[in-house]
């Protein structure tokens, strides 16, 4: 193998608990693919995790930070390692112990840092017979409604079988992001102030959900059925197989970011279809507009993070009120059309990109009864 045992289980763990990258995904499927020993290795790795003890130490992990310090401890254990040695009995226990290493940390490391993470309001799962969930918090959550059945792990909801007319609807706050495992086992990855709309189960000859917000995209190859995304403004989004990014913030300028595969966008005017690396922007009344796109920036609120190149401060503030739920108010015009290059963090308070955004881009702020305006 080209890559070590101890990156493939960390890629493997990752991938267990559904917080694995988009592009480590991909890599992770291909090794598996083509290589019998990490097809093994795999199998082994479900195994010890699904069962016993190994499931346990699972559901415990619940915050991505968590998951950081997990991490962590495999790059410890990886730069102690002789990577000579693959067999596959030695990697699962190099990985059960990186776990177990975790959860013995101090009781400080697992604190997160409140004013920047800690949820005003809940993810709600809403069911077309009226019934409404809390999906927040941790642990694991049998959840049925009518003949409609759906598991949650505080972090994904699996779809596991229904009646084909029933739809949910999935909202996700602001300061917050969820998984949704649909039943043809398409992934979404739900962004802060997203919502989705999708049906118990798929039959017929097409597989259709609604998205606003924004959302990454893998969906589930099937050849005979059609993955249609309706997005605001009456555009959607036709693929057979593929991953790729929706942000439908504005609904008048609904962007698709085109990762692997193919997808054709459709207006009530037009069908234009993508390559990998090219992302389409509707606008209302506008012919469709594509362009190269920047996949470390578009995909970059998946690990946790916003990248800004030259954005506008007004941009800016619409994320901050997205992802802090903070109210935002900006109290002179000129200063909206200023710009800014950095990061946001999630894991990060608010006060740290604040202070970064006032030494670059000649820009003051001040909060007042809780709201935040820039001057």
């Given at each position: 193998m080209d890559h070590t045992a101890e990156e493939i289980k960390s890629l493997m763990i990752d991938k267990l608990?559904?917080?694995?990258?988009?592009?480590?995904e991909l890599l992770l499927q291909r090794l598996i693919s083509e290589q019998e020993d990490v097809q093994l290795m795999w199998e082994e790795m479900q195994q010890l995790f699904s069962v016993g003890k190994g499931k346990v130490m699972m559901e415990k992990l619940d915050t991505r930070e968590e998951w950081a310090n997990l991490n962590n401890e495999l790059k410890k254990t990886r730069r102690k390692k002789i990577t000579r040695y693959i067999g596959i009995a030695a990697g699962i226990a190099a990985a059960a112990t990186a776990v177990l290493l975790y959860l013995k940390l101090p009781e400080a490391t697992h604190q997160k840092s409140i004013a920047a993470t800690a949820p005003a309001k809940a993810i709600l799962l809403k069911i077309d017979d009226g019934k409404e969930i809390d999906l927040t918090g941790s642990g694991s959550q049998a959840i049925v409604a009518g003949d409609a059945r759906f598991h949650n792990n505080g972090k994904v909801l699996t779809l596991q079988g229904g009646a084909s007319n029933q739809w949910s609807t999935i909202s996700v706050p602001t300061g917050m992001d969820y998984q949704v495992k649909l039943s043809d086992s398409s992934v979404l990855w739900l962004n802060a102030a997203t919502t989705a709309h999708f049906p118990v189960n798929f039959t017929g000859n097409t597989r259709e959900i609604e998205i606003r917000g924004e959302a990454y995209l893998q969906v589930a190859k099937d050849a005979s059925r059609p993955f249609i995304v309706h997005l605001p403004g009456g555009a959607a989004i036709e693929v057979l197989g593929t991953a790729f990014n929706i942000n439908s913030y504005d609904p008048a300028a609904v962007k698709v970011a085109l990762v692997e595969g193919s997808v054709n966008m459709r207006t009530s005017t037009q069908t234009v279809g993508l390559k990998p690396g090219y992302q389409a922007r509707v606008t209302a009344g506008a012919p469709v507009q594509v362009a190269v796109f920047d996949e470390r920036q578009v995909l970059s609120w998946m690990k946790g993070q916003y990248i800004f190149y030259n954005t506008p401060v007004h941009e800016i503030a619409l994320t901050l009120q997205r992802w802090?739920?903070?109210?935002?108010?900006?109290?002179?015009?000129a200063v909206g059309k200023k710009c800014f290059t950095g990061v946001i963090n999630k894991q990060k308070k608010l006060q740290d990109f604040l202070d970064n955004l006032i030494s670059t881009a000649e820009v003051s702020y001040y909060f007042q009864e809780g709201v935040l305006h820039f001057k």
């Open positions: 608990d559904n917080h694995i990258d988009p592009e480590d802090y739920d903070v109210q935002v108010v900006i109290d002179n015009p």
